[in-house]
């Protein structure tokens, strides 16, 4: 079996779907001398290529100016969209592949679509979020005039389409009402993220509220800086992993509420310093304002945190007796379930054991193994 993956974006360059990616490539390893991946990509300053067990890694040079490797803007989108449309071309006549699977309906779904057109070659959409209409903000415009009428042409043309949640399913087929649509949520890699020892409150000589993601406004971080100049607590402090252009707004907003001192920036974090970040932090918490599936948040509960996430996407999917569920966009609401949580020993304990409890059970293996045969790829196969 020969698969083609097209996705504009792969560590370092990107956020959840680029992490995604990188895991399913890296349990399909295990399958070596049985498929064949190709991955054609995005690359910061120059072309590149890596060899893998199971294939290669092609990093394409988007010429992307904008130093924030968690963001890419319309221009590095439609560059990737032209590149990865003329390098797959290239290899494809040297490779038959069986199957394309395009991470994102736009750009790689839209270059799926015309390597169907050019090569008859059956491609598959992953959607992940920002690439749905109308999913975030900024994105409106474009969605309003354009993305609405094409991803729905994108879609209808492929051979499987499958969202990573039950609300992103929705939302597309509200662009999309006969859409069929599978869902296949997010995993996480347990066995690396978890911590053996049980967290309890009595454990934490000053609490930390821990966010993790591109610093962007839908992901709401300063909703929890408004929080935390609301709460009387003591010894407690947010630290906020990750990088993006609402980074110099928080950090002003923090100085205006005078609680600087407690808000930490720690900036982009490999898999081992994440690690060790989770395991010190007491609660996570996840405001945003519109989510498909936060990896982060597997993450976060993989390690036994109890979680504080707004009702929205598939956010919601993954919490069951683990954490609190809050309305979007209100600080005072955030503040409340801190105190609410900081308060009880004995549900805080309850909230990190049904954290850890809930991730087992979403392992990357598995979902590779979902997605696998959710594409009706045969044991002879692989």
């Known amino acids: 079996m020969k698969i083609l993956m097209l996705n504009n974006e792969y560590p370092p360059l990107g956020g959840g779907q680029a992490s995604a990616n990188k895991s399913i490539l890296d349990v399909l390893q295990t399958y070596s001398n049985q498929i064949l991946v190709d991955l054609i990509t995005s690359s910061v300053r120059e072309f590149k290529s890596e060899r893998t067990q199971i294939g290669e890694i092609f990093y394409l040079n988007i010429g992307k100016k904008n130093k924030n490797l968690h963001y890419q803007n319309i221009k590095d989108l439609l560059i990737f969209s032209i590149k990865s449309?003329?390098?797959?071309r290239k290899i494809i006549r040297k490779?038959?592949?069986?199957?394309i699977i395009a991470w994102a309906g736009v750009p790689s779904g839209f270059t799926g679509y015309l390597l169907k057109k050019l090569y008859k070659?059956?491609?598959?959409?992953l959607l992940r979020g920002p690439d749905v209409p109308f999913h975030?903000?900024?994105?409106?415009?474009?969605?309003?005039?354009?993305?609405?009428?094409?991803?729905?042409?994108?879609?209808?043309?492929?051979?499987?389409?499958?969202a990573n949640s039950q609300e992103l399913k929705k939302l597309a087929q509200q662009t999309a009402i006969k859409q069929q649509i599978s869902v296949i949520e997010n995993g996480v890699d347990f066995n690396f993220w978890n911590n053996v020892f049980k967290k309890q409150l009595l454990d934490f000589e000053k609490f930390v509220i821990l966010s993790v993601g591109r610093i962007s406004r839908i992901k709401g971080f300063d909703l929890v800086i408004k929080a935390l100049s609301e709460i009387k607590v003591k010894n407690i402090e947010y630290w906020l992993v990750g990088d993006g252009p609402e980074k110099t707004n928080l950090q002003l907003l923090a100085q205006?509420?005078?609680c600087i001192d407690q808000v930490k920036f720690l900036g982009i974090k490999n898999k081992n310093e994440l690690r060790q970040i989770y395991h010190s932090s007491t609660i996570?918490?996840?405001p945003s304002h519109n989510e498909g599936m936060s990896n982060a948040l597997l993450e976060a509960m993989a390690c036994g945190l109890p979680v504080i996430v707004t009702n929205v996407g598939g956010t919601k999917e993954l919490i069951n007796e683990n954490g609190i569920i809050i309305v979007k966009g209100d600080s005072k609401a955030i503040s409340n379930a801190l105190i609410k949580m900081l308060n009880n020993n004995e549900n805080y304990i309850n909230f990190s054991n049904r954290s850890i409890e809930i991730s087992k059970n979403m392992s990357w293996k598995s979902k590779t193994r979902d997605l696998i045969n959710e594409l009706g790829i045969q044991k002879n196969e692989i």
């Open 284 to 286: 996570f918490c996840l």
């Open 136 to 162: 975030e903000a900024k994105w409106k415009l474009l969605d309003k005039l354009f993305f609405q009428f094409l991803s729905p042409i994108i879609w209808k043309n492929a051979f499987k389409v499958i």
């Open 95 to 99: 490779n038959s592949y069986n199957l």
């Open 121 to 125: 070659i059956p491609y598959v959409v």
């Open 256 to 258: 205006k509420l005078n």
């Open 85 to 88: 449309l003329i390098f797959a």
